[in-house]
DNA sequence: TCAACTTAGATTCCTTGGCATATAGTGCGA
DNA sequence: TCGCACTATATGCCAAGGAATCTAAGTTGA
């Protein structure tokens, strides 16, 4: 019982911690450079995977296909994403970035990485983020694999 | 370096994780309660502390008041929750539990003890999961305390 | 004691994601 | 090579949260 009760703490802890981390980011990164958190980890996906289709981001952020299509929309609307033809495959388009979302997506991240370092580190020593990241990196392995939280469209 | 790549790296596994267990959390809790996560969350609220008004539960999830007068006003049309008149501020209402209220979130706990134990026990020993309860438990009560990411209204 | 200020929450508009459906393109077998 | 099933994505409608605004109700100081 006392485990059961530890897993309901932790994973309101966790979504406690992470609403407030989203919330701060999203207010830093919509000051400096007018985007939102889900946009800074989406142009991230594609500058770190370019050529991805709108499936490979739908996927890497257990969202839906048709939500991934608008939020490809919005940065092709603001210009730093763009859609190039697939040559092997004409139902689908490989994503780029822009020059402008290249620069914009490196400027976003040094914010990003300033505002963790700030609220993270000022909470927990190096020790502390280490097990964690630990922990976190084999559940999202394991939630990955066995394609658990995948949403359906 | 390498400590900033970690922050990073520590904050998305973190958010691909929570979408993951939430979006499960959700599809169980629908199927089987006809609630989602957020609702059981609010309607665990309001049976841990009675009498919590609106503002309250705002705090507690870090969202806005409109939000929430608007999630209470959902529970309300379901008969799970109620507004009391708040005798000493006639601005405010007290929330409680209805009968219905109370049982289904006795209910719908036990669905998510037994989703997170599948879930995250089947990942993590018992070791990782109190090391990574104490690290959010900790890095929560910094947030709160010093109001990271608290809504502006 | 009343006018200015503050607080609690409700309401409105906008954005974003989910789900269902529509459409175009592929590939395979009869 | 025609047609049928499948795949990739786009689109329309709905639910839920954020920000700003509005109203009612407390509070305070001259």
Request: with cysteine; charged share 25%; proline share 3%.
């Amino acid at each position: 019982m006392s485990d059961a009760d530890d897993l309901l703490s932790l994973f309101a802890d966790l979504v406690r911690c992470e609403t407030r981390l989203y919330n701060t980011l999203n207010d830093r990164l919509r000051e400096r450079h007018g985007i939102v958190t889900s946009q800074f980890e989406a142009l991230r996906y594609l500058r770190d995977h370019p050529g991805s289709r709108v499936a490979d981001l739908a996927a890497e952020f257990a969202i839906g296909i048709g939500a991934t299509s608008k939020s490809v929309d919005r940065l092709e609307r603001q210009g730093w994403a763009v859609r190039q033809p697939n040559p092997s495959d004409r139902r689908s388009s490989l994503l780029a970035l822009t020059h402008d979302g290249s620069r914009l997506v490196d400027a976003a991240e040094a914010t990003v990485t300033d505002a963790l370092a700030e609220l993270i580190g000022g909470a927990l020593d190096r020790a502390a983020v280490a097990t964690a990241a630990q922990a976190f990196s084999k559940l999202r392995s394991v939630l990955e694999r066995d394609q658990i939280g995948t949403p359906t469209g």
